[in-house]
């Protein structure tokens, strides 16, 4: 009988060291959730860009072509070519609306560049920003443009 009282003892204290070495079991209680982190915020399109490039491709000789985002409207100007657009963003959606009458051609016709940019941001439907916000891409059935903040 001593013999089983010894064996008995040995797997008692065998079964208490194993459950030391264990690590504790990870608890299930609510106040332990991760938070989730903010979303960083969306750069806005207000202020002036330079046209950078068309379908991915940079514009020839750099781009004299200025847009300026402002109180919901937009102008693109190309020396004295220019066009004008109301404008809405929602984070990264956009919508342009032509504005009648703000279209002005000085005796010259815009330049194959100036038509592509004009028509891909009247069909532009989101807007992706790079470079911490100093970049933006305008993207739609239309094609896309990058601008670079001025």
Known sequence: MSR?????????VAAC??????????????????RAEPAPATPMLEGAWRLA???GTPVEGGSSAV????????RVAAGCNGRGWTFTQKRNIVSFAGLAGA???????PTVDQ??????????????????????TLSGDGG??????R
């Open 4 to 12: 089983f009282m010894t064996i008995c003892a040995l797997l008692l």
């Open 17 to 34: 060291g194993r459950q030391e070495n264990e690590s504790p079991a990870a608890s299930n209680e609510v106040g332990q959730t991760p």
């Open 53 to 55: 490039k068309i379908d």
């Open 67 to 74: 847009a300026t985002f402002e109180n919901g409207r937009l």
């Open 103 to 109: 279209s002005s051609n000085c005796g010259s016709l």
């Open 115 to 136: 038509e592509r940019a004009f028509h891909a941001i009247d069909r532009a439907t989101i807007a992706l920003f790079d470079q911490e916000g100093r970049e933006a």
């Open 144 to 149: 896309n443009i990058t601008l670079s903040r």
